[in-house]
């Protein structure tokens, strides 16, 4: 992998940390328990607590991918970042640019997502 690429894999990591920052902020503000005696219509608060399940749920996938991100930021400079932690073959630059998260090239993620 050339300098450039690491750069530009750093540059995109740094720019989805700043962006999942200010997602989760708007996240846990929509995500406050509802209280039983708010004045919502029965179905109003069924779809209010519906809608709370989801966006909680996007908010734990949010952090987590916010922990991975920053795992790879601290990893980025290293020798061993872009490599698979399975085969030990490179990853892709094409994944890393899409998931510099990865920890894995494409034919070992799939391996391991089946298990």
Not at 45 to 70: G, T
Request: hydrophobic fraction near 40%.
């Amino acid at each position: 992998m050339t300098q450039d690429e690491l750069t530009q894999i750093k540059t995109k990591i740094i720019q989805e940390i700043a962006h999942l920052k200010e997602q989760i902020i708007q996240l846990e503000a929509i995500t406050q328990p509802i209280a039983p005696d708010c004045s919502l219509g029965r179905l109003t608060r069924v779809e209010a607590m519906n809608e709370k399940v989801v966006n909680d749920r996007i908010l734990d996938e949010s952090r987590m991918k916010l922990k991975r991100l920053q795992s790879a930021l601290s990893r980025v400079e290293r020798e061993d970042f872009g490599i698979c932690v399975d085969c030990e073959e490179d990853i892709a630059i094409g994944r890393l640019m899409i998931r510099p998260e990865s920890i894995r090239c494409i034919a070992c993620a799939t391996a391991f997502q089946r298990g």
